[in-house]
């Protein structure tokens, strides 16, 4: 394919898992038609239709069911594009965020910014790619995001890792009940899900230079505002819910917390390290109150992220650590966060931890907030669809 892929495909391009893209075969050229390259595999399963495709200024513009195209002269560059092994070009991480902003809302715009400068990457493959990742992965290893921070900088293809949910699933045993049915049993087995570990596409610094460098652009404010609202280098989706519902401005549905940290090293003491079996930890949500120099930790408790024994063990010893230091560590769920009345009394309770003044949201916040978490607790895979 000759054209250009950009925007919410280039989205979907870059979310794919690279041991996924390995899967598929090169796509057709676009000169044997556009419907067959509609129906290549990964069109249909990955990339989808229409195809969004950029021209420079001055091109043919094409919009059908099969492909749209769009004029950015900046994306279009060759310093702003990358050839795929799979036969097409496709914008890079910066650009793609740039020329989706013509087609998302400003919050999922936000989301999408997240994930590409995040650890983290939200991709559900088709029954036949599961099939064939069992078989090159047939023992599924348990996941954790911390040593994700300790993978080699020097790395231009760091492996991705997926995340794996312990379910209760049923067997049957050869044996038999008094009613003459087979006996079942329940076993735990490890569940590959749509979440994903991987070093960062963008590192933050140049998400908020490219943004300031595109403000004057049509819709660069949009981008550009979009681009303020992302303060941190997140490790999944709740992460990013519980960044935003914390330290937004309270007009805007936040909680109005200042001096938000994400994901933060924090040295540990001897006595700690003797607990954690490790020289650093990483907070999920650091606050601090820089005024008594005191801090407390928010540990997000996704059910995908932290769903195998090891990973909650882990997750123990290293809040047990952070806490023997003398930090105070709020384990926060997902329900925890979607519910106003549950997400107020952890706001109450860390201003009263931090000496911070805690204020009763009036009805318009309370409205505000309403929003916010709905566009926020939101499925991920549905970005960019």
């Not at 000759?2 to 598929?24: G, H, K, M, S």
């Not at 991987?198 to 595109?214: F, G, N």
Request: proline share 5%; net charge positive; with cysteine.
């Amino acid at each position: 394919m000759d054209e250009i892929v950009c925007a919410n495909t280039a989205f979907r391009y870059w979310r794919c898992p690279p041991q996924v893209r390995d899967l598929y075969p090169r796509l057709p050229n676009s000169e044997e038609g556009w419907r067959a390259l509609s129906q290549a595999p990964f069109v249909t399963n990955v990339l989808k239709t229409p195809i969004i495709t950029t021209t420079a200024p001055g091109g043919v513009n094409y919009h059908s069911g099969l492909r749209t195209t769009i004029h950015c002269e900046d994306a279009s560059g060759v310093d702003g594009t990358l050839e795929t092994t799979l036969g097409f070009r496709v914008t890079n991480p910066l650009s793609t965020l740039f020329t989706m902003a013509r087609f998302m809302s400003p919050f999922d715009l936000v989301l999408a910014m997240y994930e590409f400068c995040g650890w983290f990457s939200v991709f559900k493959p088709t029954a036949a790619v599961e099939a064939e990742l069992r078989k090159a992965d047939d023992a599924a290893k348990e996941a954790t995001t911390d040593p994700l921070f300790e993978l080699d900088e020097s790395q231009d293809e760091a492996p991705w890792k997926r995340v794996y949910a312990r379910v209760k699933v049923k067997e049957s045993i050869n044996a038999k009940g008094p009613d003459g049915k087979k006996k079942t049993k329940e076993v735990i087995k490890l569940k590959g899900t749509s979440l994903w570990m991987r070093k960062p596409l963008i590192e933050l610094h140049e998400l908020h230079e490219y943004a300031r460098k595109m403000k004057s652009r049509k819709r660069g404010a949009k981008f550009y505002n979009a681009a303020q609202m992302v303060t941190g280098i997140a490790a999944s989706p709740l992460e990013v819910a519980g960044i935003l519902l914390l330290s937004l401005p309270r007009s805007r549905g936040g909680a109005g917390f200042r001096n938000v940290y994400v994901n933060d090293p924090t040295p540990l003491t001897a006595s700690a390290q003797s607990i954690a079996g490790q020289k650093v930890c990483y907070g999920d949500i650091l606050i601090v109150n820089p005024t008594i120099m005191k801090a407390g930790i928010v540990e997000l408790q996704g059910e995908v992220i932290h769903g195998s024994g090891a990973v909650l063990d882990h997750d123990a010893k290293r809040m047990t650590a952070l806490q023997s230091m003398g930090y105070d560590v709020f384990l926060v769920t997902h329900d925890m966060l979607n519910d106003a009345d549950q997400l107020d009394a952890i706001v109450r309770s860390l201003c009263s931890r931090l000496e911070l003044r805690y204020r009763n949201k009036t009805e318009a916040q309370k409205t505000a907030e309403t929003e916010l978490r709905a566009n926020v607790m939101c499925n991920w895979l549905q970005i960019g669809c």
